[in-house]
């Protein structure tokens, strides 16, 4: 079992910068891909961003390209989320996910294993 926890969400004003972070522990798979995605309130959940294990492939969603950049270290077997420029409608519950596949799916039936969130509110 894959347990991830995710962390450095909070109230931020529009403008400004977060940077998230996901520890994975338990039967981690190196090769694992993982990606953020994110759920505002009376929304469906939504694909962010996705990295393969090698870093060697990137997907992001069209409303975050140019702002956020996800990234990982797999000898912390750790992924984080810089996000910057935020804006009030990034506003939601951010998850972590892993795919130990490795695919770098946008999709998020494509992921095995879900952390328990971290809020993010941008304020206008």
């Known amino acids: 079992q894959v347990q991830l926890v995710e962390s450095g969400g909070g109230l931020v004003q529009a403008g400004g910068s977060l940077r998230l972070s996901c520890a994975a522990s338990g039967r981690t798979f190196s090769s694992a891909a993982k990606a953020w995605f994110r759920q505002a309130p009376g929304k469906e959940r939504e694909f962010v961003a996705a990295i393969n294990w090698r870093s060697s492939r990137i997907a992001y969603a069209d409303s975050v390209k140019g702002r956020f950049t996800i990234s990982r270290d797999n000898a912390k077997n750790a992924v984080y989320l810089q996000m910057n420029s935020l804006k009030p409608e990034d506003t939601a519950v951010y998850y972590c996910?892993?795919?130990?596949?490795?695919?770098?799916?946008?999709?998020?039936?494509?992921?095995?294993?879900w952390g328990q969130g971290t809020q993010v509110t941008v304020s206008s």
């Open positions: 996910a892993a795919d130990q596949n490795g695919r770098v799916g946008t999709s998020s039936h494509e992921y095995d294993y």
